[in-house]
């Protein structure tokens, strides 16, 4: 299997812009997570799904910040503005059903808005 | 929610010494206890789990224990390499998502 896929790797972009950051969970996990690390913060879980239905979107910062799945294979997470502050590296993560399965992440976006 | 703490935030040692990294836990319910080891511009990658009925668990050079009723658990690593270097984040999982520690820090000094 690939594992999790993420794109674009690297994105910079200039405050106020659109950034839509993209991943493919590995093939048959019914659970989808984006997180956010950053040396202040570390790992901040944003939102995760469960059958592409959104379950918690209670780490997700602002209305800047939205997130879908469309179908299982799929999701975006989306930053409408961005700001300098928004500046991290996104994870997105994916697990099979199950109260004590593995999560497996992928290699990340990193992010800069100047 | 669950609340993880994890310590120490950075560990030097000598190759070939042992290390420990120390978590606790908050919630009760969690159930799943994974470790990640994450290298410089990498994803978080799992290195060893233990599961709640298990008190400990050894692969190699690395172990896990567990004590349910102290709500803590620890990663042990035997004679450390400098390769071993690298973030290491121990996480608490109940119901759909995991709680993760703040990430320590591992050097291992050649």
């Known amino acids: 299997d690939a594992g999790v896929i993420q794109s674009p790797r690297h994105e910079v972009t200039e405050m106020g812009q659109e950034v839509t950051l993209r991943c493919k969970p590995i093939?048959?996990?019914?659970?989808l997570f984006w997180y956010r690390q950053t040396m202040m913060r570390g790992l901040e879980l944003l939102i995760y799904?469960?059958?592409?239905?959104?379950?918690?979107d209670s780490g997700m910062p602002e209305d800047r910040f939205s997130a879908k799945m469309p179908n299982a294979s799929f999701s975006t997470l989306k930053i409408q503005p961005s700001e300098p502050r928004d500046s991290a590296v996104y994870f997105c993560?994916?697990?099979?059903?199950?109260?004590?399965?593995?999560?497996?992440f992928g290699p990340g976006t990193r992010l800069l808005v100047l | 929610g669950e609340n993880v703490e994890q310590h120490p935030s950075t560990l030097s040692v000598q190759e070939g010494d042992s290390a420990v990294i120390k978590c606790t836990y908050s919630?009760?319910?969690?159930?799943?206890f994974p470790w990640y080891k994450q290298e410089l511009g990498k994803g978080p990658q799992l290195i060893i789990d233990?599961?709640?009925?298990?008190g400990e668990k050894k692969d190699q050079r690395i172990a896990v224990t567990l004590n349910k009723t102290a709500k803590h658990f620890s990663l042990h690593i035997t004679e450390t390499q400098p390769e071993d270097s690298a973030v290491y984040f121990c996480?608490?999982?109940?119901?759909?998502?995991?709680?993760f520690g703040d990430g320590t820090t591992l050097t291992v000094k050649p």
């Open positions: 996480a608490a999982k109940d119901a759909g998502k995991s709680t």
């Open positions: 233990i599961r709640s009925n298990v």
């Open positions: 993560a994916s697990r099979r059903q199950g109260s004590q399965e593995t999560q497996y």
């Open positions: 799904f469960n059958n592409n239905v959104p379950i918690d």
């Open positions: 093939s048959g996990h019914d659970y």
């Open positions: 919630d009760s319910a969690s159930n799943y």
